[in-house]
Structure formats: structure tokens, C-alpha cells
């Protein structure tokens, strides 16, 4: 048998035998003719093949075309914001589209890795109705912020679109599209909706989550327990002994309570800066805004499960099923109460305040330290008399204080012209809730 071929592909046996089966690799993207003669049987076909560009080759031109240009776009919105939203720290966090396979070999440990890549295997070549699979897939592979590794963003719309195809998957196909970045195929998620979504997800990400683990307290403090391994539901036989997995197994509860403290004041963030920045940024862009407050608002039920399974929930209600929804509307609430000019100000002002929680996490000659003994801060973070240390409950009495005050607080704020920039050592908002709540 011969292949003739164009320059464009290489060609390869495979097997033993060497005259059956041979692997067909193109160098290059678009249409080209294949023509096979089988001249003992005096026999010969030509077909016209597809080639596609790698997953790799399309992450780097999004990088070059997309990534690049919107992220300038967004920093200049965000620092015209608040300076310290676009910090030379929060500047050189990663930001990163990478295969879910990728994703999965930079992020998790060595089981987990072996189990989510099987997940992943399986999922590829699934041709039956799977929901649990699917639904398996969804909870472990998304857009994630790593304190050590920045922004990650599984990227494969060829496994959406595969796993739409599939009879009973179609009620997935919201999530699959935002957690794999569109599904391959449909002009309902083409190159604009990929845009808008890559701005939202510089916003929430880089910026929302970025600027609680780098800028804040609290999220400081949370850092150096990532950076550590420390975090919930880590295995502690995958820590080294004796540290840190003897730390682990002793504050292992504390831990779980203070991730879950701030859960509604870190994503309520995030998400409040999508949907600030997102209409500044143009129209077209600015129309993202809505279609994800709907997402984040009413698709998602993540803060309900949490709240069946957290002893921190038990004790500290939420308000919301989405974990998005109850800080976002809060800091939207107090931008209203002022002007425009500085309302937005305000919001990250309360924000920073309900963040300033100082739980004596340190890190000192490459390991932590806690400042109190675990029983004392699961006491601490569990206290229903005091709001020092729980960031939800502390935006909670932060927002109440400023309702309540709003023209006092107003007419400081013309006093210092608070327009025209952000004067921290005098903030109205830092001296009422001082004086209120002595934060």
C-alpha cells in the first residue's frame, strides 16, 4: 500500500507488522488530501482530512491575542478603582489557561492527581449517559485561584462539546461551558463570549481573590496555611512527619473553620469586582455582567451543601444557597449609601475592615505558627457573643453601622473630598466603625 501525501502531515508505522496501520501526524492546521493506493488490488481512495490546532498551539494565541490586551484593559479600570486593587503583587500573579489535564498534575496532590486524571480518561471516552462522572468532573475541575500558583483555567471545549453530545448531559451544559471555557461548536459560546468570560475571570480571580490573599489580613494569614499544605480535606499521610502533619491533625478543625469564615466575604468580593469593572471596561464587554450574576447567583447551590456539612454554618447562618451571592449584595449595598464618585471606595474600604482579622498565623523559618492553641481559636471562630474574628459576620454589623449613619459619614466624606482620593488615615468609614465596633 502507498500513501501519497502532502508535506503537511508525517507518517509513521505502527505495530509490528508495519504495513497495516500507520499514525498520520499534521504539522499544520486546515484541509488537506490524503490519497492511498493498494496496488496489488489495483484499488485507491482519496479523502480530505481536518486537521485541528493543538489545545496548546490555542492556549498560546488566547494568551498572545486575548490575554494580553484584556489584561491591561483591566488593570487600568481597577487601579482606577483603588490603588491597591492593582498592587505590584497582584500585577505578577499568574494567570494561566491550561488542559484540565494540566490543571490537575500543577494543583493536586499524588492521589487525588491519579484519581482526576482517571476522572478525566473516562470522561474522553464516555459514550453512554454518566451523570455521576459528569457531575464528578464539574465539582473538581474549574477556574481556581492558588495562593502558590495563581490563576488557573481549565481550557477544553472539544470535552464539553463531547459530553453534551451525550444523551441526559444537556442540563450540564451551562457549567460545562463555564468551567471548560466553551463548548466547541456553538456560536452561542464564540470568540465574544469567550472574551467576556476571560475579563470576568481576570477580575475574580487575579484581582478579587488575588487581592484577599495578598492585600488582606485575613487572607494573608490563609496563605501561609496553602503554602503549607494546610487547607481542608488534605490528606495528612501525604504531609511530611512530623511537620506539618502533626500540625494538620492538631488544629485539622480550626483550619476547616477559619476556610469557611471566609468563604461569603472572599467570593462575595470577587464577585461584587466582576460585576463593578465589567461595564467600564466597554459594552460589549460590560454585557458579561449580567449573564454572570445570574450564573453566580442563582446556578450555583455550593453555599447550601457547605452549610449541611460546616459546623461553622451551623452556628453562623447564611443567607444565600450561592456562596457568591450574600457578600456581593452586601458590598453593593454599601457602595449605593454613597456617592458614586466614592461608593465603590467605600465597598472595598468594608471589605478590608471585614477582613482585618489578626488570628495569629505566622510563618517563621519555613513553618507556621499559631499564636493560640487550637482549642482557643475554634472557641474564638465559634463565639456567638463576638464578631472579631469571623469576616461574614463582621461585613454583617459593618454594613448595619454604615446604614445607620450614612449622613454623618456623608458629610466627612465632603469635608475630605474623598473624590478625589482615598485618604485611609482619616476614612469616615474606618472612624465610624471603630467607634461602633472597635475594629
Not at 67 to 83: D, G, K, W, Y
Not at 373 to 392: F, G, H, I, V
Not at 404 to 415: G, P
Not at 420 to 435: M, Y
Request: charged letters at 25%; glycine letters at 6%; hydrophobic letters at 35%.
Amino acid at each position: 500500500m502507498k500513501i501519497h501525501y502532502q508535506m503537511i502531515v508525517t507518517v509513521e508505522p505502527v505495530g509490528q507488522s508495519q504495513t497495516n496501520h500507520w499514525r498520520l501526524t499534521a504539522l499544520d492546521e486546515g484541509d488537506w488530501k490524503i490519497h492511498l493506493e493498494v496496488a496489488e488490488l489495483d484499488q485507491s481512495i482519496t479523502r480530505l482530512i481536518r486537521a485541528y490546532p493543538s489545545t496548546q498551539k490555542r492556549i498560546h494565541e488566547i494568551e498572545r491575542n486575548i490575554i494580553i490586551p484584556l489584561t491591561a484593559e483591566v488593570h487600568h479600570q481597577v487601579s482606577q478603582l483603588r490603588r491597591e486593587l492593582a498592587s505590584p503583587v497582584i500585577q505578577k500573579i499568574p494567570f494561566r489557561l491550561l488542559t484540565p489535564e494540566d490543571q490537575v498534575r500543577l494543583l493536586e496532590p499524588p492521589d487525588v492527581r491519579d484519581y482526576l486524571l482517571e476522572v478525566l480518561r473516562a470522561s474522553r471516552k464516555e459514550e453512554d449517559t454518566n451523570r455521576p462522572l459528569v457531575q464528578e468532573l464539574l465539582l473538581n475541575i474549574s477556574p481556581i485561584y492558588s495562593p502558590v500558583h495563581g490563576c488557573c483555567i481549565p481550557y477544553d471545549p472539544k470535552l464539553a462539546d463531547h459530553l453534551v453530545a451525550i444523551r441526559n448531559h444537556a442540563p450540564f451544559e451551562e457549567h460545562l461551558a463555564y468551567n471548560l471555557m466553551g463548548i466547541d461548536g456553538d456560536d452561542r459560546y464564540g470568540q465574544t463570549w469567550f472574551k467576556q468570560n476571560i475579563a470576568a475571570l481576570l477580575l475574580h480571580e487575579k484581582y478579587g481573590h488575588g487581592f484577599f490573599f495578598s492585600e488582606t489580613t485575613l487572607g494573608k494569614q490563609l496563605a501561609i496555611l496553602y503554602r503549607h499544605g494546610l487547607e481542608p480535606g488534605a490528606d495528612s499521610k501525604q504531609l511530611r512527619s512530623p511537620y506539618p502533619r502533626s500540625l494538620y491533625s492538631n488544629y485539622e478543625s480550626v483550619i476547616d473553620l477559619i476556610y469557611d469564615s471566609v468563604t461569603i466575604v472572599n467570593e462575595g468580593f470577587a464577585t461584587w469586582l466582576e460585576q463593578i469593572i465589567l461595564p467600564r471596561l466597554s459594552d460589549l464587554i460590560g454585557q458579561a455582567a449580567y449573564r454572570r450574576r445570574d450564573f453566580l447567583f442563582y446556578r450555583d447551590s455550593s453555599m447550601a451543601d457547605l452549610a449541611q456539612e460546616s459546623e461553622y454554618f451551623q452556628r453562623f447562618k447564611p443567607q444565600r444557597v450561592s456562596k457568591y451571592r450574600e457578600g456581593c449584595e452586601y458590598l453593593e449595598l454599601i457602595q449605593g449609601y454613597f456617592e458614586p464618585d466614592w461608593g465603590p471606595k467605600c465597598a472595598v474600604q468594608a471589605m478590608v475592615k471585614a477582613t482585618d482579622v489578626d488570628l495569629g498565623i505566622t510563618e517563621s523559618g519555613g513553618q507556621v505558627q499559631f499564636g493560640l492553641q487550637a482549642e482557643q481559636l475554634k472557641a474564638t471562630l465559634l463565639n456567638e457573643q463576638s464578631k472579631d474574628a469571623q469576616s461574614d459576620e463582621r461585613l454583617r454589623a459593618i454594613h448595619d453601622v454604615l446604614r445607620d449613619h450614612i449622613d454623618e459619614i456623608t458629610q466627612e466624606q465632603e469635608k475630605l473630598q474623598c473624590h478625589r482620593s482615598c485618604l485611609h488615615s482619616d476614612c469616615p468609614i474606618n472612624g465610624i466603625i471603630c467607634t461602633k465596633l472597635g475594629w
